[in-house]
């Protein structure tokens, strides 16, 4: 076991003491006591067949497990100083009681699935626990089958942290290793071509962003029943039952806040919060801060919700109330097997990092993406891990044997928050995080999504007939037939860089993580690569608007805000919010088709426009300008030349009479 007084007394960048303390002498010193990440096994990885009727049980001990390590966790925290002193503390009065309590719980839990099947072996093996350098484990990073490798989704100018310290408001991080400069890192997204037979439509849901702030620190799939299973808040989106005691029954009455009440589907995440010393209403509860979960919550700016099709074969519906984790909420000490983070910048979303948090350029904003599994094993809506029921598609798009192919759901989540301020710490600008559980230190690798289909059956059925028959069909977009919606996919591993966002194209040079001058800012030109519709239409793309380099085709739920800037010829242009060169544009309540320009009268708002707007797939050209002005002009000029031939005409007339 690791421990002693060096993996406690850290130097740390902190932005503000978890109680709002006294900030100054915080940043005269830049340290705090920290204590070291405790390391346990994961069990509910390892039991990968449980029983019906042990699953509740099983669940049960799993989470009761999760309040150990907490628990745990925080006792480290509030005994740093002793340990410092007296090395075999943690050891002695933390650690051994953890392993003791461990036993029992895997004891009750062989006990359970004994009673309905074979009792597992070796589960005693799982139950001793260490502790762990806060750094430990940093640049650790994942993938799921056709995504990014580790070694490709790690470029950047990362710095590595000072010191080793966990850091951070909570006292558990980030450290200024978990960020990286999204400039720096080279083009790595990829798609597998269509092939003959495969599925090429998109159903979009728009659901909001949780404005009304529905949160809570539960997690129904993994800890049924167990209030605060998750350790951190969740924001959640579609339906407002969602709880840790939600029966089936109960999502099915529930409210949405979908626009389409045929989905009353719940879609979580952990929050993103700015560590900016801000007390939310969760400051000294279980799940916030009292597990170092610190700081102001942060709304989404736009919140994406895209089914999508399989490139090698057509999907079948999901079954009603299957559940699907993606990503691991424990990849920090767990490893990334399971881990499935992505994270980008709008403009730049070609480019993806799974184990970094990105430092966007100004004019942009922060991108998380959740690519789902897409593969189904045409049997269970759940699994005992929650994972075995459900896999990814493999590189070439196929689903492994035994699967079918169902609709993959994309989930886009955009921030306006700033690259923080590295060098100082984060004080002039907020360091930003996901919610954790406390020994994960709010690592980047460890952002996961969550999802239960609570559709409707007669909705599920036009969604998969829309992806089958290649349209772009759902809430927030323009129902298309196939020759206005397909698009011819791109070879597969070729990514599909995007040109920078316009603002950053003149604005100071980004820094990197080491909060020194980049050595690759944004380009006043666009990558050598990019297509030529991107180029034609990048000087009409408004920065920070989302333009996603993804390579496959998005209908954006609309904002219910159309945001405009001026064109230089006084009309209005509705900012894009889709990768302008294949997406489909979301025509929403009150939002111009994204991406069409929108001739207005100087000063005045974009009109808005319903659902019956004709869609547009590409970005049209500027209008209100000289050439629009011209226009109208020729015919006015043409008519008072006419009129005035004719007066001298009749001029002429009357004075030859006299």
Known sequence: MLGGAGLVAVNVYASATEGGGDQQGQAATGQVLSAPTVYCPDVGSRLTSVPDGARADVDGELARMDQQIAAAYQQLTEHAAEIEQNPGFADQAIIGPLKEQRSASLQRIADAVGREGDRPQGLDDLAACTLRSSNQGDGQSAAPQGSATPSQSGQGSAAPSQGTGAGGQGGNGP????????????????????????????????????????????????????????????????????????????????????????????????????????????????????????????????????????????????????????????????????????????????????????LCPSGSDVVRTFRFQSCWDGRNIDSANHRTHVAFEAPDGSCPAGFQAIPQLVQRIVYAVDAPSLQDGGRTVPLFAVDSFPEQLHKPVTDHGD???????????????????????????????????????????????????????????????????????????????????????????????????????????????????????????????????????????????????????????????GSGTEPQTEPQAVQGGLAETGAHLWPAVFGGLLLAGGAALLWRTRRNSV
């Open 175 to 358: 450290v200024a290793a978990d960020y990286a400069d999204i400039t720096s890192v080279q083009p790595n997204v990829t798609t597998p071509a269509e092939q003959p037979g495969g599925s090429s439509g998109t159903f979009s849901s728009s659901c909001g962003v949780n404005a009304n702030g529905l949160f809570n620190s539960d997690n129904v799939i993994v800890a049924p029943g167990v209030s605060n299973g998750a350790h951190h808040f969740h924001d959640y989106i579609g339906n407002q039952s969602n709880n840790a005691f939600a029966s089936d029954q109960d999502l099915a009455n529930a409210d949405t806040s979908c626009a389409d009440q045929g989905d009353k589907s719940t879609y979580y995440w952990p929050v993103l919060r700015l560590q900016n010393g801000k007390q939310e209403r969760d400051a000294d509860k279980p799940g916030g801060g009292t597990e170092g979960n610190a700081g102001q919550i942060v709304t989404a700016k736009e919140v994406t919700l895209t089914f999508e099709g399989n490139p090698t074969s057509k999907v079948t519906e999901m079954p009603r109330l299957l559940r699907i984790i993606t990503g691991d909420a424990k990849a920090f000490v767990n490893g990334p097997a399971n881990a499935n983070a992505s994270w980008s910048c709008t403009g730049y979303e070609n480019r993806q990092l799974k184990d970094k948090y990105p």
């Open 451 to 609: 999802f239960i289909n609570v559709f409707d059956e007669g909705l599920m059925r036009k969604m998969v007939d829309c992806i089958n028959s290649g349209r772009t069909c759902g809430a927030g977009a323009d129902e298309q037939p196939p020759s206005q919606s397909a698009e011819p996919s791109e070879p597969s591993g070729t990514a599909s860089p995007v040109a920078p966002p316009a603002e950053s194209q003149s604005a100071e040079p980004s820094e990197p993580a080491t909060g020194q001058p980049s050595s690759e800012q944004p380009s006043s030109q666009p990558p050598a690569d990019t297509p030529a519709t991107q180029t034609a239409t990048a000087t009409a793309t408004a920065p920070g608007s989302g333009g996603t380099g993804l390579p496959r085709v998005y209908a954006t739920a609309s904002p219910k805000k159309t945001s405009t800037t001026k064109s230089s010829g006084g009309g209005v242009i509705s900012e894009p919010t889709q990768r302008p060169d294949t997406e489909a544009p979301a025509a929403g309540d009150s939002a111009a088709p994204t991406g069409t320009a929108v001739a207005a009268p100087a000063g005045q708002e974009t009109p808005a426009t």
